[in-house]
């Protein structure tokens, strides 16, 4: 997958065009991942994903929500791929010169059938949704030239791989790391069981991971070719049971464009938090654990690569997450759309969202 950064120029300046309007509907369900304000994020993430190249504005037709925005010329094949594959999109419609919706076919947005992301329940699991948007933002932030191969994402606090999910459905590869080695299994059980019903090519084991003759845990990789698509290479994940602070030493050399993932709210669970390995009264905080591993994470990216973070801003600020970017030399993108994250989940946990970029270096590539 290639950087979508060239793909929104709207039209060529010297010749007279006609501006085309269109509607995006924003599916109903958006409203239960971000309890309000759906319709405010949504547009935010076209905003980004569209590059700027157009205003995007939250409007309502008869009671019912949707984006607007206008570009020169009719949106091409793949500008109609990027509103497709838009956390909440629902349908698009062209605002005719009478003011009449004509319904604007777009092409499929997943290689996948989306119960992959579905079908798993379970507790502390991040909204399909939601983890979509944080993908989608984060892509848009990298700045790497078209590859052959298709870019890997790492979530390195996978949890059952809702991330790898999406990437996968996407078209992307997938990597992890998760503390919890149960969910590691849960996740190859799953995988296991929903590849073989789909009747898809595809590898899928779980194995331990040892070095120096100590263990170092489990890992769980797969393979999967994507269904009527036999041009297109096959996809991979690989997870590791393991502390996320060891990401580096666990995928080795291997670096990634980009790598998005949902901390640990530190809400309390009991006596502990779903805060992993940080020790004394940092425990029951994500703030201890992101500092130590934000770096490690810093230094798996490409240069151009994003890192987009989740995260309860009950005990860790914007300007905190920042500093932290700072400190191990990415870029945060902070103006206008990328503000626009913040929405409540639940009476203790206020939701933000965070994206930063590793620059380029003229010397490396
Ligand atoms: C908010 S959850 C992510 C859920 C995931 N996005 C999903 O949908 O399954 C955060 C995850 O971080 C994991 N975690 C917390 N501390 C960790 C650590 N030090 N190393 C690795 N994983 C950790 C937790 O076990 C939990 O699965």
Redesign the pocket.
């Known amino acids: 997958m290639s950087g979508p950064s060239a793909l929104w120029c709207a039209g060529h300046a010297m010749r007279e065009t006609v501006p085309m309007r269109y509607l995006m509907l924003i599916a109903p369900a958006s409203n239960r991942a971000y309890a309000q304000g759906a319709d405010r994020l949504a547009a935010a993430e076209l905003a980004i994903c569209t590059h700027a190249r157009t205003e995007v504005e939250v409007t309502e037709l008869a009671g019912v929500g949707y984006l607007r925005f206008a570009t020169e010329e009719p949106l091409s094949a793949a500008q109609l791929l990027i509103v497709a594959r838009q956390s909440t999109f629902l349908a698009l419609f062209e605002l005719t010169a009478e003011d009449l919706l004509r319904p604007v076919p777009v092409p499929a947005a997943t290689l996948f059938d989306d119960d992959l992301l579905t079908i798993p329940k379970y507790p ?3 909204n399909e949704q939601f ?1 979509r948007l944080l993908v989608n933002i984060t892509l848009a932030a990298v700045q790497r030239p078209a590859a052959d191969t298709p870019w890997t994402v790492l ?1 390195p ?7 790898a999910a999406v990437a996968l459905t996407l078209g992307l590869n997938a990597a992890g ?4 080695q149960k ?1 590691v299994e849960a996740m190859s059980a799953f995988w296991k069981t929903w590849l073989r019903r789909k009747r898809l090519k595809h590898s899928a084991d779980m194995s331990p991971v040892r070095r120096d003759g100590k263990s170092l845990g489990r890992r769980f990789d797969a393979t999967v070719q994507p269904p009527d698509a036999p041009e297109r290479p096959r996809l991979e994940l690989t997870v590791f049971t ?4 060891q990401s580096a030493k666990l995928f080795g050399k291997r670096r990634f464009e980009a790598i998005v993932t ?4 530190g809400v309390v669970h009991g006596a502990s938090t ?4 940080v020790s004394g009264k940092r425990d029951r905080s994500p703030a201890g ?1 992101l500092r130590e591993a934000i770096p490690v994470w810093a230094s798996q990216l490409k240069p151009g690569g994003a890192l987009g973070i989740s995260w309860n801003t009950h005990g860790l600020t914007r300007e905190e997450l920042a500093e932290m970017m700072a400190g191990a030399g990415l870029e945060a993108l902070q103006d206008g759309p990328w503000l626009r994250f913040g929405h409540r989940v639940d009476s203790s946990i206020q939701r933000d969202v965070l994206v930063a970029r590793r620059p380029i270096d003229q010397n490396e590539q």
């Open positions: 502390g699991k991040t983890t979530d606090l996978a949890g059952r791989g809702t991330t790391v998760e503390g919890d969910s393991g502390d996320t602070r949902d901390a640990p709210y779903d805060v992993r390995g654990l």
